[in-house]
């Protein structure tokens, strides 16, 4: 596609329910990131897949939090019992290589809101 | 553990006159690489300018240019003949070459005044 497609764009679910958010990364983009932005604050950091692969899932606050990637281009952040404190925008970005040298490029996000 | 810090919340500039916005980051790596982005209301995060921390030149992109102070760990973005499609939440962000994950400060929000 012509950019990162994220779905939904917004999302609002009952407290305890599971959620699942979708990010289509640019087509090619090996490297791709999740991103959390809380209201008011800068994105945090959630995990970083290279290929298929989750090369760094430090960010992911507990084991609520998990994300795939099964084939190296779509990827799914999946929430688990949520809570309203995971009310949030959750960004997507991706990169042709992961190299600092290349632009990540960010999707519009999906607006989380648990009630 | 690296920080970025912005001291200015709201900035506020007259269309055409320039504005300065500040980040300050704190680190012990040397090699790093240092990020503006753009947040308008959309939500998307649009890259507008980037640094890396061993070239001394200040990059430049168009209106937009950087003070790049390594020993002060300061990285502030200079906004030319500003326009009202400035207007946006600006984040500065960091990578430490070794690393993949971007941190990035709380935010500026650049108001533009007609």
């Known amino acids: 596609g012509a950019g990162v497609s994220q779905t939904p764009s917004n999302k609002v679910t009952e407290k305890g329910k599971y959620v699942e958010l979708r990010c289509d990364p640019i087509?090619?983009?090996?490297?791709l990131y999740w991103y959390r932005q809380s209201l008011g604050q800068g994105p945090e950091f959630l995990i970083y897949?290279?290929?298929?692969?989750?090369?760094?899932d430090s960010g992911l606050p507990n084991d609520r939090f998990f994300a795939v990637r099964p084939e190296g281009s779509v990827s799914t952040l999946k929430i688990q019992r949520t809570e309203r404190g995971d009310s949030a925008v959750y960004l997507c970005?991706?990169?042709?290589?992961?190299?600092?040298?290349?632009?990540?490029?960010f999707g519009q996000g999906t607006r989380l809101t648990v009630v | 553990a690296q920080t970025v810090t912005q001291s200015q919340p709201e900035m506020s500039v007259q269309e055409a006159e320039t504005v300065t916005l500040s980040c300050t980051y704190d680190?012990?790596?040397?090699?790093?690489?240092l990020f503006w982005y753009k947040q308008p209301p959309s939500r998307q995060m649009i890259l507008v300018i980037r640094?890396?921390?061993?070239?001394?030149q200040n990059a430049t992109e168009n209106r937009f240019s950087v003070n790049f102070q390594k020993a002060a760990k300061s990285f502030s973005l200079k906004i030319s003949d500003s326009q009202l499609g400035d207007a946006a939440m600006y984040f500065c962000?960091?990578?430490?070459?070794?690393?993949?994950?971007?941190?990035f400060g709380g935010g500026t929000r650049l108001m533009v005044k007609p």
């Open positions: 970005a991706s990169s042709l290589t992961g190299n600092k040298n290349t632009e990540a490029f």
């Open positions: 087509s090619g983009h090996t490297a």
């Open positions: 897949f290279q290929g298929t692969g989750a090369a760094d």
């Open positions: 680190t012990s790596e040397s090699d790093y690489y």
């Open positions: 640094q890396e921390a061993y070239k001394q």
């Open positions: 962000a960091y990578v430490p070459n070794a690393g993949n994950m971007l941190t």
